[in-house]
């Protein structure tokens, strides 16, 4: 009996990334916080880098709060996503048109959203990643940290409840 | 006397919210400025949609408008002098704000203790019923 040779390392950094790509680009306030994201496996690091509209005591200087708390829902919502999507872009079976059920893919709606604000934002890159502590059918809990230069000196934190699309 | 202390202070707050980068960006402005109460708002674009779906903008712009309200409520405050800063605040978001109408938030500091102002505000679009969001939240006082 032949064994089926393991599909090319490349191909599946194609479809995982491309699929990653599609969820985000189809989001416009994801551009304009200017939000990117650094996919390893499964596990996604959101990216903000420093710009000068990010800023909001100008005196400090120092991030303005909504634009953290902007960046911490962000990563929720995608990590949020991403866990959800991920199944479709791993089952060979929905190869063919597995962009297209991304495509569809319908985003949770953010029930509601809390921010420690923790230290003061610098005027420097963050980053932030998601942890869904619990998806269940309606309703998703994530938590988000998010640091700048040392992964456990947390700049703010966030918590959110998720209502689930009804995909499928 | 009083008068003329409450005009400062309105221009203070005003000076300060007046140049923030990332207000400026989202295109926030100030309605009015009371004694622990500041109304603001910020026009709808399609730059800050955050469901492709719906055209519904995203609710970090939103928390980005509360969170700045409820800043300048904190400051307006008659017994706080000097600028402040978000200790915490949570947003529930109860329904999409209405794709292209303004939205407006109304934030009142209704308790100020020596190092924290309490604040709560709400977030609305034309149909001022029913809220789009509401928020609450702790700020430094006194810095």
Redesign the interface.
């Known amino acids: 009996m032949k064994k089926l040779s393991p599909e090319p390392v490349a191909l599946i950094k194609k479809r995982r990334n491309e699929a990653l790509s599609q969820l985000i680009d189809?989001?416009?306030?994801i551009?304009?916080?200017g939000v990117d994201f650094d996919r390893r496996g499964d596990e996604i690091t959101a990216i903000l880098p420093f710009k000068?509209?990010?800023?909001?005591?100008?005196?400090l200087p120092?991030?303005?709060?909504?634009?953290i708390?902007?960046?911490l829902?962000?990563s929720a919502?995608i990590g949020l996503s991403w866990t959800q999507i991920w199944h479709q872009i791993e089952d060979p079976g929905l190869d063919a048109d597995s962009s297209d059920n991304v495509r569809k893919f319908?985003?949770p709606?953010?029930?509601?959203?809390?921010?420690?604000?923790l230290r003061?934002g610098l005027p420097r890159d963050s980053y932030a990643r998601a942890k869904v502590n619990r998806a269940g059918r309606r309703y998703a809990s994530v938590h988000v940290e998010a640091w700048q230069d040392n992964r456990d000196r947390l700049f703010a934190q966030g918590t959110g409840h998720f209502l689930m699309p009804l995909n499928k | 006397m009083k008068n003329i202390m409450i005009e400062k202070k309105k221009k203070a707050v005003e000076d300060f919210f007046a140049?923030?980068?990332?207000?400026?960006?989202?295109g926030m402005g100030i309605d009015f400025i009371r004694d622990g109460e500041v109304g603001m708002s910020m026009p709808y674009d399609?730059?800050?949609?955050?469901?492709?779906?719906t055209k519904v903008?995203?609710?970090?712009?939103v928390?980005?408008?509360l969170?700045?309200c409820c800043?300048a409520a904190a400051m307006s405050h008659p017994e706080q002098t000097g600028?402040t800063?978000?200790?915490?605040?949570?947003?529930?978001?109860m329904r999409?704000a209405t794709p292209s109408q303004r939205i407006k938030a109304v934030a009142t500091c209704y308790n100020l203790t020596k190092n924290v102002a309490f604040v709560r505000a709400v977030a609305l679009d034309n149909n001022e019923e029913k809220p789009v969001a509401m928020a609450a939240g702790a700020f430094v006082t006194g810095v």
């Not at chain 1, 000068?52 to 005196?59: A, D, T, Y």
């Not at chain 1, 709606?109 to 604000?117: E, L, N, W």
């Not at chain 2, 399609?46 to 779906?53: F, R, V, Y």
Request: proline content about 8%; cysteine-free; glycine content about 10%.
């Open positions: 189809s989001i416009p306030y551009s304009f916080l000068e509209e990010l800023i909001g005591n100008p005196n120092a991030l303005h709060g909504g634009s708390a902007a960046f829902e962000i919502i319908t985003l709606k953010t029930i509601d959203f809390s921010v420690d604000y003061s | 140049v923030l980068p990332h207000s400026i960006s989202l399609s730059k800050l949609i955050g469901d492709p779906q903008i995203h609710g970090g712009a928390f980005a408008l969170d700045t800043g600028p800063a978000t200790i915490d605040l949570r947003v529930d978001y999409p």
